[in-house]
């Protein structure tokens, strides 16, 4: 019915760039907040960034400027362009969205299937 479908993950070295993107499409009536999350080997899945309906934004404090978020022109794309990456991003990241189906009054959070991104040498 509705599916986020993440791409742009992949192997870097330490100090380089990636910009993720994730596509939501399906019975969508509306779409509140995106976001990315990831995972890294061993830990829970944690917050990355997240952008409103309103596109405020908000950063975990460890990619605060090395990570900017945004979404597209149809607001029903999310990108997170990572820069100066290191060891420690390494990880699974999901796309999370908050969305409004045609068939169900109230909002609920779905995600993607997760890219992964290793940052080494």
């Known amino acids: 019915q509705v599916q986020l479908v993440e791409s742009g993950g992949g192997l870097v070295q330490p100090g380089g760039s990636l910009r993720l993107s994730c596509a939501a499409s399906g019975s969508i009536f509306s779409i509140n907040a995106m976001g990315w999350y990831r995972q890294a080997p061993g830990k829970e899945r944690e917050v990355v960034a997240a952008i409103s309906g309103g596109d405020s934004v908000n950063y975990a404090d460890s990619v605060k400027g090395r990570f900017t978020i945004s979404r597209g022109n149809a607001k029903n794309t999310v990108y997170l362009q990572m820069n100066n990456l290191g060891p420690e991003d390494t990880g699974v990241y999901y796309c999370?969205?908050?969305?409004?189906?045609?068939?169900?009054?109230?909002?609920?959070?779905?995600w993607g299937q997760g890219t992964q991104v290793t940052v080494s040498s």
């Open positions: 999370n969205a908050v969305i409004r189906t045609m068939t169900w009054l109230y909002e609920r959070a779905y």
